[in-house]
């Protein structure tokens, strides 16, 4: 079974920088477009920056230029580098992946269950 698990989350400064990972685990064949996510207290989630296989970035309006999403290795296939924090980035972060499981020909989306980032002085 195909298990998502965000780590990197915690208490940040405003200004400062974390770096979340997504670590992937199963019988997996391979991962295709992945994401990160985020909600707030109170609000609906967002997309927050998206990558696909091939290395193409989508970036939400509200962190381009302070987050950069990435692809890392096999066992950590995203990551999330986020600078400059503010309190309004307070959020409970998730990766997504479309993944392809060993013996099955389609993709299906996984979610991890979250990190918390909570970025106050």
């Known amino acids: 079974q195909v298990q998502l698990v965000e780590s990197g989350g915690g208490l940040g400064q405003p200004g400062g920088s974390l770096r979340l990972s997504c670590g992937a685990s199963?019988?997996?064949?391979?991962?295709?477009?992945m994401g990160w996510y985020r909600q707030a207290p109170g609000k609906q989630r967002e997309l927050v920056a998206t990558?696909?296989?091939?290395?193409?970035?989508n970036v939400a309006d509200s962190v381009k230029g302070r987050f950069t999403i990435s692809r890392d290795n096999a066992k950590n296939p995203v990551s999330l580098q986020m600078h400059s924090l503010k309190p309004e980035d307070t959020a409970v972060y998730s990766c997504?992946?479309?993944?392809?499981?060993?013996?099955?020909?389609?993709?299906?989306?996984?979610w991890g269950k979250g990190t918390l980032v909570t970025v106050s002085s």
């Open positions: 199963g019988s997996i064949f391979g991962i295709n477009a």
């Open positions: 997504k992946a479309a993944i392809r499981s060993s013996g099955v020909y389609y993709n299906m989306d996984y």
């Open positions: 990558i696909t296989s091939g290395g193409g970035k």
